[in-house]
């Protein structure tokens, strides 16, 4: 069984920034790969994914023009560098990866066939 494992998530102040990441274990490749978020007492909300053979990304609206999401081919690692957070950022991050190839860049979070444990992120005010 593939497990994503996370990290980088913590406490922060207001417009600092953070970088996530994630990698799958025994370096399992994943074309589709995502970040959703889930805070307290909400649904689960897209964040950003890629497609890497099309090298196309996804970047959902609640943070759009404050995260890049990236990758090290040589670390098999999933990114996502956030800036001038907020708040309202405060979240459970997940990484999520889809099994197979699909054209274009997945962001339904059903689709995806891998979830990681999630990694806590607090942005005081």
């Known amino acids: 069984q593939v497990q994503l494992v996370e990290s980088g998530g913590g406490l922060v102040q207001a417009g600092d920034s953070l970088r996530l990441s994630c990698t799958p274990s025994?370096?399992?490749?994943?074309?589709?790969m995502a970040w959703f978020r889930q805070a307290q007492g909400k649904e689960r909300e897209f964040v950003a994914a890629?497609?890497?053979?099309?090298?196309?990304?996804a970047i959902g609206d609640s943070m759009k023009g404050r995260v890049t999401i990236s990758t090290d081919i040589g670390e098999n690692t999933l990114y996502l560098q956030m800036k001038n957070l907020r708040p309202e950022d405060t979240a459970v991050y997940y990484c999520?990866?889809?099994?197979?190839?699909?054209?274009?860049?997945?962001?339904?979070?059903?689709?995806?066939?891998?979830w990681g444990q999630g990694t806590q992120v607090t942005v005081s005010s």
């Open positions: 025994g370096r399992t490749y994943f074309n589709n």
């Open positions: 890629v497609n890497w053979s099309a090298r196309r990304t």
């Open positions: 999520a990866a889809k099994s197979g190839l699909r054209v274009g860049v997945e962001i339904r979070q059903q689709e995806f066939d891998y």
